[in-house]
């Protein structure tokens, strides 16, 4: 077992390279907010409905033989990557964005306006600048739409999209939170404002652990009495997986709070109660006085079991009385996970919580493997979504310092200087 300042001499960051790491993550991060504007519309493409439809009815037939290509392709034996590289080609969908958009600039005289919007907002994830015609299209569907009745699918989507794409989906919410004239919309756009910081908080892993502790602070302002006047008006929003949604605008803030508070990076996570695979149940206090590392994997997600020799790793390496790793499978089944484990040893706690977990749901999961830093006295100090790769080093680094440094910031140079250009990058 390594001593503890061998351990704390290798996480300090000594490389020039980690500044190359901060740039790449920087860029990843996406532009700041800007004013969302149209581009130039594609030579030849005026506001013609039928262009959409048949991007539609090519994304259509291109779904099926990708269906059918992995279908063969995995009976006959293929690797992932040869199944990757054997899919068909998606169709291109610029064409059809630019018939939607000027569609949408006719000002509500086209009979297709609302379908031009809903094209924008639920099928133009895949071109450029997605963001904006996402933000164009919702926008028309605020001012054309009086009585649309789809919100909860567009609004669920956007929060969604928002992660991958850009700012412009963010500007969309504010502005609904300001500027719509329904309360009950105003309020729900109150909501999704508040559900950005709250994943701002969780996902932006590179800044560090204060910058996230901001974030989480305005989640909770912004969500502090959203539902104030509207209460009983219908939230709008649904779960692409059928996980159970609050009905109500008051049941929406009540559970956003509950997830800002507790199942936020900075929050002290609520004693929650689990099932271990040999169906004992247990509860997260019982390993109080530890440094916790919660693993949301499955057995079929490979970078989860590509991490597995880096978790024995730490395992073997980091002191039994001061670090845990408690392993939570939403596998469907207990059984898969069982027979996992009897040819990839996993030498720690492991819970089987299944799909749509209360756990899951708290902690805002919704990419595996996802990693869950938490102190010995419950709070959580960081999260991230790999141990291997170019950053690797670096999330390792985090646990060690956690374990070894009790009380202290996890915060690591590298973040430090990531926040530095961030903010440079903002301004």
Same mark, same amino acid.
């Given at each position: 077992?390594?001593?503890?300042?061998?351990?704390?001499?290798?996480?300090?960051?000594?490389?020039?390279?980690?500044?190359?790491?901060?740039?790449?993550?920087?860029?990843?991060?996406?532009?700041?907010?800007?004013?969302?504007?149209?581009?130039?519309?594609?030579?030849?493409?005026?506001?013609?409905?039928?262009?959409?439809?048949?991007?539609?009815?090519?994304?259509?037939?291109?779904?099926?033989?990708?269906?059918?290509?992995?279908?063969?392709?995995?009976?006959?034996?293929?690797?992932?990557?040869?199944?990757?590289?054997?899919?068909?080609?998606?169709?291109?969908?610029?064409?059809?964005?630019?018939?939607?958009?000027?569609?949408? @600039?006719?000002?509500?005289?086209?009979?297709?306006?609302? &379908? !031009?919007?809903?094209? $924008?907002?639920? *099928?133009?994830?895949? #071109? /450029?600048?997605?963001?904006?015609?996402?933000?164009?299209?919702?926008?028309?569907?605020?001012?054309?739409?009086?009585?649309?009745?789809?919100?909860?699918?567009?609004?669920?989507?956007?929060?969604?999209?928002?992660?991958?794409?850009?700012?412009?989906?963010?500007?969309?919410?504010?502005?609904?939170?300001?500027?719509?004239?329904?309360?009950?919309?105003?309020?729900?756009?109150?909501?999704?404002?508040?559900?950005?910081?709250?994943?701002?908080?969780?996902?932006?892993?590179?800044?560090?652990?204060?910058?996230?502790?901001?974030?989480?602070?305005?989640?909770?302002?912004?969500?502090?009495?959203?539902?104030?006047?509207?209460?009983?008006?219908?939230?709008?929003?649904?779960?692409? @997986?059928?996980?159970?949604?609050?009905?109500?605008?008051? &049941? !929406?803030?009540?559970? $956003?709070?509950? *997830?800002?508070?507790? #199942? /936020?990076?900075?929050?002290?996570?609520?004693?929650?109660?689990?099932?271990?695979?040999?169906?004992?149940?247990?509860?997260?206090?019982?390993?109080?006085?530890?440094?916790?590392?919660?693993?949301?994997?499955?057995?079929?997600?490979?970078?989860?079991?590509?991490?597995?020799?880096?978790?024995?790793?730490?395992?073997?390496?980091?002191?039994?009385?001061?670090?845990?790793?408690?392993?939570?499978?939403?596998?469907?089944?207990?059984?898969?996970?069982?027979?996992?484990?009897?040819?990839?040893?996993?030498?720690?706690?492991?819970?089987?919580?299944?799909?749509?977990?209360?756990?899951?749901?708290?902690?805002?999961?919704?990419?595996?493997?996802?990693?869950?830093?938490?102190?010995?006295?419950?709070?959580?100090?960081?999260?991230?979504?790999?141990?291997?790769?170019?950053?690797?080093?670096?999330?390792?680094?985090?646990?060690?310092?956690?374990?070894?440094?009790?009380?202290?910031?996890?915060?690591?140079?590298?973040?430090?200087?990531?926040?530095?250009?961030?903010?440079?990058?903002?301004?």
């Amino acid at each position: 077992m390594e001593n503890e300042v061998t351990v704390l001499r290798k996480v300090r960051w000594r490389s020039f390279g980690w500044v190359l790491v901060a740039v790449v993550a920087l860029t990843a991060m996406g532009s700041c907010k800007r004013a969302v504007t149209r581009d130039a519309p594609s030579p030849g493409v005026g506001a013609d409905w039928t262009v959409v439809e048949e991007y539609l009815d090519q994304q259509r037939a291109w779904r099926k033989a990708n269906r059918e290509s992995v279908t063969r392709d995995a009976l006959a034996g293929k690797s992932v990557r040869e199944l990757r590289e054997s899919l068909p080609k998606p169709p291109d969908v610029a064409r059809a964005v630019a018939a939607a958009t000027a569609i949408l @600039d006719l000002d509500g005289a086209h009979d297709k306006t609302i &379908e !031009a919007a809903e094209f $924008l907002v639920m *099928r133009a994830e895949s #071109g /450029t600048n997605s963001d904006r015609y996402m933000y164009i299209g919702a926008k028309a569907l605020l001012s054309f739409g009086s009585d649309y009745e789809k919100w909860p699918q567009v609004l669920s989507r956007m929060d969604i999209q928002r992660i991958y794409l850009g700012p412009a989906i963010d500007t969309f919410f504010e502005e609904l939170a300001s500027e719509a004239e329904d309360p009950g919309l105003r309020a729900n756009g109150k909501y999704y404002v508040a559900a950005g910081f709250m994943s701002s908080a969780n996902l932006e892993f590179m800044l560090p652990t204060e910058d996230r502790e901001v974030m989480r602070q305005r989640a909770l302002k912004a969500a502090t009495g959203l539902s104030d006047g509207v209460e009983e008006e219908e939230f709008l929003g649904v779960h692409p @997986d059928g996980t159970p949604m609050p009905h109500t605008l008051a &049941e !929406a803030e009540a559970d $956003l709070l509950r *997830r800002i508070t507790y #199942g /936020t990076v900075g929050g002290t996570l609520q004693d929650v109660r689990g099932k271990r695979i040999d169906g004992v149940e247990e509860c997260l206090s019982d390993y109080r006085g530890r440094v916790v590392l919660l693993d949301f994997w499955a057995t079929w997600c490979r970078p989860c079991v590509a991490a597995l020799p880096k978790l024995r790793e730490l395992v073997a390496n980091l002191p039994a009385d001061r670090f845990a790793i408690v392993a939570i499978s939403v596998d469907e089944e207990r059984a898969t996970v069982t027979r996992f484990i009897e040819d990839e040893p996993m030498p720690w706690t492991n819970w089987h919580a299944g799909e749509g977990s209360e756990i899951a749901w708290l902690l805002q999961i919704e990419e595996f493997p996802t990693y869950v830093l938490v102190d010995e006295h419950g709070k959580i100090l960081t999260r991230f979504n790999g141990l291997n790769g170019l950053l690797g080093p670096f999330t390792t680094s985090l646990i060690k310092r956690a374990v070894y440094r009790p009380g202290k910031s996890v915060s690591h140079p590298l973040q430090r200087l990531y926040r530095f250009f961030w903010k440079l990058y903002k301004n």
